[in-house]
């Protein structure tokens, strides 16, 4: 990898190739956003009724499908299961949101307030204030309660975003985003689910597919530019994310909630080859482009494979 400070001397380069220049990549997005930008509360019709019969969340998604658990619980059940983790999915989605403004804030802090890379950066801190009032409404829709991260990794978060490097940042912002947006992806055509589940994921991957462009392209700048130290740090930091992403990505207490022993679903979700196969699934085409641009080696490449999001 090829480190170079002056950008005005010369091109940026990565393994991916030359870097697009942050100010036209801007102003793409922020046209982009001036069509195709969502308002929930208007766009989603939220007085609609529960549909009987359909899910919360794709079966196949839900973390215990296919283990000897699912096999044994009654359809009522699993699409109960499925309402809950839909809330859990939600309540974490908001968790990584704040913490992603956050970060943008901090960012920005210092660069020049009339630039296009701000003022998408603001644009996009709009859209996610948007998408946690969603998610919630969503939440508070289905009936099930919210599920908050546990105390110890609310607070490790903390710390985490406290230290973060810029490339950390943006690296955190893609793991908490990629790996959702699979998921929606599946969720937002599929027949089988709620009606406004459904469109909550519409808008959701459409206005994260700007997102997650905004956070690649930056990320690849800062992979580049940043001293070796804060490569190094964001490696570390990075996988310790992945690792508190993937315990955290459904809260145990789901379980409980639909009459399921905590420890025993727990046991059979870690357990679970289709589980893990989806969440490594989701996370590829992150991890490969962690890989090409030299996030995953080392430590940070260990943490990932301990979190099961890296085979």
């Known amino acids: 990898m090829t480190t170079v400070t002056d950008e005005s001397l010369q091109t940026l ?3 991916l190739g030359p870097l697009k220049d942050r100010e036209q990549v801007a102003a793409r997005l922020l046209e982009a956003s001036a069509k195709h930008s969502f308002d929930p509360d208007t766009e989603l019709d939220w007085d609609a009724g529960i549909e009987d019969g359909k899910w919360f969340w794709p079966p196949e998604l839900v973390s215990l499908y296919d283990t000897p658990l699912w096999r044994k619980m009654s359809e009522e059940q699993r699409m109960d299961l499925a309402r809950h983790e839909a809330a859990s999915l939600a309540s974490l989605g908001i968790w990584f949101e704040i913490i992603l403004m956050q970060l943008l804030v901090r960012h920005i802090y210092d660069k020049s307030v009339t630039s296009k890379h701000v003022r998408y950066a603001l644009t996009e801190i709009a859209d996610e204030c948007r998408h946690s009032m969603m998610f919630a409404r969503m939440i508070e829709w289905g009936g099930a309660p919210s599920y908050p991260v546990p105390r110890r990794y609310h607070n490790l978060a903390r710390v985490l975003k406290t230290i973060s490097t810029t490339p950390g940042s943006f690296a955190a912002t893609l793991l908490g985003e990629e790996i959702l947006d699979w998921m929606q992806r599946l969720t937002f055509p599929d027949e089988r689910v709620q009606s406004l589940v459904r469109g909550v994921t519409r808008i959701h991957v459409v206005e ?99 979190s099961g999001l890296l085979a």
């Open 13 to 15: 380069r990565d393994a």
């Open 208 to 306: 994260e597919a700007r997102h997650v462009r905004y956070a690649r392209e930056e990320l690849r700048r800062q992979m580049v530019t940043a001293p070796p130290w804060e490569r190094r740090l964001t490696r570390l930091n990075c996988g310790e994310a992945a690792r508190v992403f993937s315990v955290c990505f459904v809260n145990p207490q789901v379980y409980e909630n639909v009459g399921l022993d905590r420890h025993e679903a727990v046991a059979q979700v870690k357990a679970s080859g289709h589980r893990a196969e989806v969440m490594q699934t989701g996370a590829k085409r992150l991890t490969d482009f962690f890989d090409d641009i030299g996030v995953l080696n080392g430590v940070g490449r260990r943490l990932w494979k301990s």
